[in-house]
């Protein structure tokens, strides 16, 4: 599920197996990273499906929340039909002339101009060895884009204090506003769903990192 960054150059500061669920995690940016980047097929959206829950079954709390929207996620893919799903996909982020709904986060970072945030983006991903693919034409800074990076970290076992300082920087700032966007969308019927799970995990994702201890 790549949504397009080369990955050469980062060594991981540990290359151990990592956690069950930093697992869980990592997975979870691939499948928003994977849904946003195009229209689901048939057998993904069958995994979703078919697969188990996500958080603790407890609706009181963040994970609950994740549970809850984890299940819907799961009943509208049920529900879904691939040809369907490429309809919408292409009606919200595609469009005609201009998409209703830009999947470029750096068009919702209220603190900074957009270019300047690609700017800072993209010396970052160069700072770590991480680069587009040559055939990608999507700029760095696509919903899909930062969902691959997370899931790198995440994979390459990098500090929580490397992860919390790039998803603070460009997820939080970027993508949560973005799912907003996708929930309000008129004619959003399965990625309104999408959005919802999406943002309830970077909610989740939020919370933990706010629980570090600096330094």
Known sequence: MDAGIN???MAATDFAAIAP??????????????LFHAAPEADLIAQIADSGNAGKDDGADQAGGLALAWRDL?????KSR??????EHAALFIGV???????????????IAPDRHLVLLR???????????DMVFDSEDHISGLCDVMRFLIEKNQSLEIQKQFFEEFVQTGAMPFCDAVIAAGNAAFYRQVGVFS?????????????????
């Open 123 to 133: 010396q970052q991903l160069a700072a770590w060895g991480l680069a587009r693919h």
């Open 199 to 215: 943002k309830a995990f970077f909610e989740v994702e939020k919370a933990a990192f706010d629980m570090l201890t600096p330094g």
């Open 82 to 87: 691939p040809d369907a799903l490429q309809q």
């Open 97 to 111: 002339g201009k998409a209703q709904v830009t999947p470029y986060t750096s068009g919702y970072v209220a603190h």
């Open 74 to 78: 799961q009943a509208a893919c049920e």
């Open 7 to 9: 990955k050469p150059g």
């Open 21 to 34: 669920e930093d697992s869980g995690r990592a997975g979870f940016y691939a499948i928003i990273g994977r």
